[in-house]
């Protein structure tokens, strides 16, 4: 079979010749999603799990399905993808941004209350760069307020706040398997829940909103007989297209099965960039805080650059002479977007225009933290080049100490 590459094996191999060598059966039998959507559904220890084409799809529908629409607001960070932002909008709704906690960079559950109004109908949490929000005081807030709560844990696979996983705290968790994630189909997306009702809801919105598609399965040619009657009305409700192809639910499927090893490489790649940070006292790069009894399962090493001497930039070239895999920036907070002025246009057309508060000093916590942070990658392929990105980050420090 040749060099595979080091996040993939035989596992992914198989399944995807097990989807081909049926003949490529249509999507709509569903039996590859099936069995990824069961098995994850059973190991993040949820009632349903159903997959999606990305995890912006995955967030759009779960608002959808929980009834968020026309001019209400859903609270979320400023400091993440523009996919959240964005999934709000799709559901005719207003972005509402709270700010973060400096230290964590986590949305900060005490602003989100300041934020509530008369017309806020959910939160949406995200889980970044691999660690779980205080999901304890944000789920007393969903329920004083009668919130939906959908955590965004694209990058947060097998991260826990108080013993209990992220994902499992909100109405909806959902994930993201873009290619970088810790594990991926190259593109796609899925959630859980425990509702069936609203796991049937999510399934149909998730395609066309076939009638006998449900919380457990996307099968929805269960008879011939029915099926090609030209009296049979296939669809019982409005819907989206979103599902996952069968051959992006195979590749998942192997990449589920390793899900703790793809976890235990990044944590491992973490404790060394953190041993090298405490061992040369470096009170200028401040990673982010785990709070104590979490788990942090790093998506990335993230952490603060705070010397006003050294650039940014500079720091960050220098890792790169040293052979370091690079320095990723934080994303430019969604309100800061140049996105902004054709999201408030698309707003005006709906006469919401008014309702989008988006301005510098919106979050003035974010805005400084956002220009600081320096993301180091975290999915090496092994000892010898975990140890190779340590020593970068080590020869860097102290070249500027």
Not at 138 to 156: G, R, S
Not at 173 to 179: I, L
Request: proline fraction near 3%; charged fraction near 25%; include cysteine.
């Amino acid at each position: 079979m040749g060099d595979l590459s080091w996040r993939f094996d035989e596992r992914e191999y198989n399944y995807i010749k097990e989807v081909l060598d049926s003949g490529f059966a249509s999507g709509t039998s569903g039996n590859m999603n099936t069995r990824l959507e069961r098995a994850f559904a059973e190991k993040f220890g949820r009632k349903y799990a159903i997959t999606f084409n990305s995890g912006t799809t995955t967030l759009h529908s779960s608002l959808w399905a929980l009834g968020v629409g026309y001019g209400d607001e859903v609270i979320t960070t400023p400091l993440t993808v523009i996919s959240c932002m964005n999934a709000i909008l799709m559901c005719n709704a207003i972005p509402v941004f709270a700010d973060i906690d400096p230290n964590t960079f986590l949305i900060d559950p005490e602003d989100i209350r300041r934020k509530i109004t008369e017309r806020t109908k959910a939160i949406m949490p995200v889980h970044l760069y691999g660690q779980v929000c205080n999901m304890t005081e944000i789920m007393k807030i969903a329920k004083e307020y009668n919130l939906a709560v959908v955590e965004d844990c694209a990058q947060c696979y097998l991260g826990y706040h108080k013993d209990k996983i992220g994902g499992t705290f909100g109405d909806v968790g959902s994930w993201s398997f873009e290619n970088s994630k810790h594990m991926t189909t190259g593109d796609g997306g899925i959630i859980v829940c425990d509702d069936e009702d609203l796991g049937d809801h999510l399934r149909k919105l998730s395609c066309q909103g076939f009638r006998n598609a449900t919380a457990e399965s996307g099968k929805i040619r269960v008879s011939k007989d029915l099926f090609q009657n030209p009296a049979y009305k296939r669809h019982s409700m409005y819907g989206f297209m979103y599902r996952l192809p069968e051959v992006a639910a195979a590749m998942g499927l192997g990449q589920l099965e390793k899900l703790e090893w793809f976890v235990s490489i990044r944590k491992t790649m973490a404790a060394k960039y953190l041993e090298v940070i405490e061992g040369l006292n470096c009170t200028w790069l401040e990673p982010q805080e785990v709070p104590q009894g979490d788990v942090n399962s790093y998506y990335t090493f993230a952490a603060k650059y705070t010397r006003s001497d050294v650039p940014w930039e500079e720091f960050r070239r220098k890792y790169v002479e040293y052979g370091g895999d690079g320095i990723y920036a934080a994303w430019a907070l969604c309100y800061l977007e140049d996105s902004i002025p054709d999201v408030r246009a698309i707003l005006e057309r709906m006469h919401l225009g008014d309702r989008l508060s988006a301005k510098q000093g919106l979050c003035p916590k974010a805005e400084t933290v956002q220009a600081q942070l320096m993301q180091f990658t975290t999915n090496q392929n092994g000892e010898e080049e975990m140890n190779r990105q340590a020593e970068c980050l080590y020869k860097t420090i102290r070249y500027f100490v």
